[in-house]
């Protein structure tokens, strides 16, 4: 037995809070659900009245002489029964599609909803793949279970009813002897779902784990390439996979044992009943229970059918229940905090306060710490230091993808805690170290945050970051869809970015690393292009390239969190302080590489 097939796999957190989450998506629809499940009931009373009819029909082809009129007035009665009947079940399974369709809609709408409500630090600690698994394969799992468990249920519930109902109408003794399989094939029922819940459980999970695996592997499959990762990926991909074999192969193989099972049990039952019937006509003398006999065999027949059914439901259920409770747990985690007022700015200057301002991804680990800075209107403020200094923490800060612990951070003299958060990011443009393009027409990607800017505008922003003419050489020009093999290299990639902020035109500017991707020939293109765009607004710079940021108004110098210098680049260097020896390191390190 492998290692993993010891493990100990915990059961549903709460099995019936799972089952009320999936019934409550009923609600908004019980008037349709009602109307399925009386089209099923009534199509399956139907059902079990036939061989009731036919019950009849042959005592009447056993009578001496035969009465051809009454046998022909049985079989028009159970054609149209048998026609009703599949018209009920037609319109229950159309009615109910639908139905789980729109549920199945709705929770992936409320899943996308929920992405937007949750703070960024939710996917500091879940990976994407997971998510897109909750979305597609839960919910699908959901969506069957309505269409096809429930109606299931229904109707199964009706035949262990109404059979015996009808069963006691032709025979007690009969009927008392086939009711011993219900106690024996519920048991067996309830010990194989025991057994069989913890494995269903983690299976979803071990589902959400590969698919979160494959997720982050294809997205960097380039990496894994260059640093020759495939044989760990596999590897991983393996480990997990064989996780999922042996909890599927074990919820699947005791989930299939019910059917097997529940026929044997029925076709004891089936074996006794003839014996028995045979003996109540022999001992009676009665050639016309004869009938009662093979009616009865039919009904332990179809008894048998519902009884298989629960054990595929049950199944089913568990199934479901694990793929809910995953969907309730994503929809019921912490929203980020609601903004408590809207406050705007009736003419933006561009003036930022940092007032003592401690902040920590973690709350027992404060990575700032009590940091204080003032930016003028108008200004180029530079953010360097070290990798893990805080300086990227700064700007998420500033646009409220996360929120601060303690302190103030103020625009224009108004608290950006005070202002809506889309309001509040509206206020600064921003490029990012990691080029974003989705895929779509280079006109509607740089067109993304301002959708309203005119094809004039656009183009005059693309040759202020002069990438105009690189766009006019591609074919489609503007109307180009960029896709994720399209021949546009990191840098070109970039340059659209940029674009995209002039385009957007915002009040303030954030920079984070934006020449970094582009080489030194198109960083000087680009660094004209900044100087026109950030002139009159106040802007955020971090750079790692000291060199591009000389022309800064102030220069803050960051160490663990904390502000160590701040000045301009001559006055900073005067000092012979930290950032001197920042930039003496990369002075260094260019003399070498010219070396």
Same mark, same amino acid.
Request: some cysteine; aromatic content about 10%; hydrophobic content about 45%.
């Given at each position: ?118 703070? $960024? ?21 959901? &969506? ?29 003794? !009969? ?63 393996? *480990? ?69 059914? !629960? &054990? ?127 895929? &779509?027409?280079?006109?509607?990607? $740089? ?106 108004? *102030? ?16 006055? !900073?260097?005067?000092?012979? &302080?930290?950032?001197?020896? !920042? ?13």
């Amino acid at each position: 037995m492998p290692p993993f097939a010891r493990m100990s796999y915990a059961k549903s957190k709460d099995f019936k809070k799972a089952m009320r989450f999936l019934f409550k998506g009923l609600k908004a629809y019980r008037v349709a659900v009602a109307i399925s499940l009386f089209l099923a009931a009534a199509g399956t009373v139907i059902s079990i009245m036939g061989p009731y009819i036919l019950n009849y029909m042959m005592e009447e082809v056993l009578r001496i002489p035969m009465n051809f009129d009454q046998i022909t007035k049985y079989g028009i009665m159970l054609a149209a029964m048998y026609a009703f009947a599949f018209g009920f079940n037609y319109l229950q399974n159309f009615i109910m599609a639908k139905v789980a369709a729109k549920i199945s809609q709705r929770y992936r709408s409320d899943i996308t909803k929920k992405i937007n409500q949750l703070p $960024l630090s939710y996917f500091d600690h879940n990976t994407y793949g997971d998510l897109l698994s909750r979305m597609t394969n839960d919910v699908d799992l959901i &969506g069957q279970t309505l269409n096809n468990s429930l109606p299931n249920l229904i109707t199964s519930a009706t035949m262990i009813i109404g059979i015996p109902i009808m069963m006691f109408t032709i025979s007690w003794e !009969l009927t008392l002897f086939s009711l011993i399989e219900i106690p024996l094939a519920l048991g067996l029922i309830s010990i194989i779902v025991k057994f069989s819940q913890k494995y269903f459980i983690k299976q979803q999970d071990f589902l959400g784990q590969i698919n979160g695996h494959i997720e982050e592997i294809y997205s960097a499959h380039n990496v894994v390439k260059a640093f020759n990762g495939e044989e760990k990926a596999i590897n991983e991909f393996d *480990q997990i996979n064989r996780k999922l074999k042996y909890t599927a192969r074990k919820s699947q193989f005791l989930s299939a044992l019910m059917m097997p099972s529940i026929n044997f049990i029925g076709n004891l039952v089936y074996a006794g009943i003839c014996i028995f019937g045979a003996w109540l006509a022999i001992k009676d003398n009665d050639l016309l229970f004869v009938t009662s006999i093979i009616t009865f065999t039919t009904y332990i027949k179809l008894f048998n059918q519902p009884i298989s059914q !629960l &054990g595929t439901i049950f199944s089913s259920l568990q199934s479901s229940a694990a793929a809910s409770e995953r969907v309730m747990e994503f929809l019921s985690e912490p929203n980020q905090p609601n903004d408590v007022d809207n406050k705007t700015i009736s003419k933006i200057k561009g003036k930022v306060e940092f007032k003592n301002v401690s902040f920590g991804y973690d709350k027992d680990k404060t990575i700032i710490h009590n940091f204080s800075f003032t930016a003028l209107p108008g200004q180029k403020i530079a953010i360097v230091g070290p990798t893990g200094a805080g300086k990227t923490t700064l700007v998420n800060l500033l646009m409220r993808f996360y929120e601060i612990d303690s302190g103030e951070i103020l625009v224009d003299g108004v608290n950006i805690h005070d202002m809506t958060r889309s309001y509040a990011r509206n206020l600064f443009g921003m490029v990012l170290q990691d080029t974003w393009l989705f895929e &779509g027409t280079i006109r509607d990607n $740089l067109k993304f945050g301002n959708p309203n800017a005119t094809d004039k505008e656009m183009i005059e922003a693309c040759k202020m970051a002069n990438v105009h003419h690189f766009i006019t050489t591609l074919p489609g020009n503007y109307d180009m869809v960029l896709k994720e093999d399209s021949l546009v290299s990191q840098g070109q990639k970039q340059l659209l970015t940029i674009a995209r902020a002039m385009i957007q035109n915002s009040p303030m500017l954030i920079l984070d690393e934006a020449t970094s991707s582009v080489d030194t020939r198109t960083e000087v293109l680009i660094q004209s292009a900044m100087d026109r765009l950030t002139k009159g607004r106040t802007s955020f710079v971090i750079a790692h390239r000291l060199s591009t940021i000389r022309n800064a108004d *102030q220069i803050i110098v960051m160490a663990n969190g904390e502000v160590v210098e701040h000045g301009k680049h001559d006055e !900073l260097l005067a000092k012979g &302080g930290f950032y001197a020896s !920042l930039y003496a390191s990369q002075f260094d390190e260019n003399q070498q590489a010219k070396e």
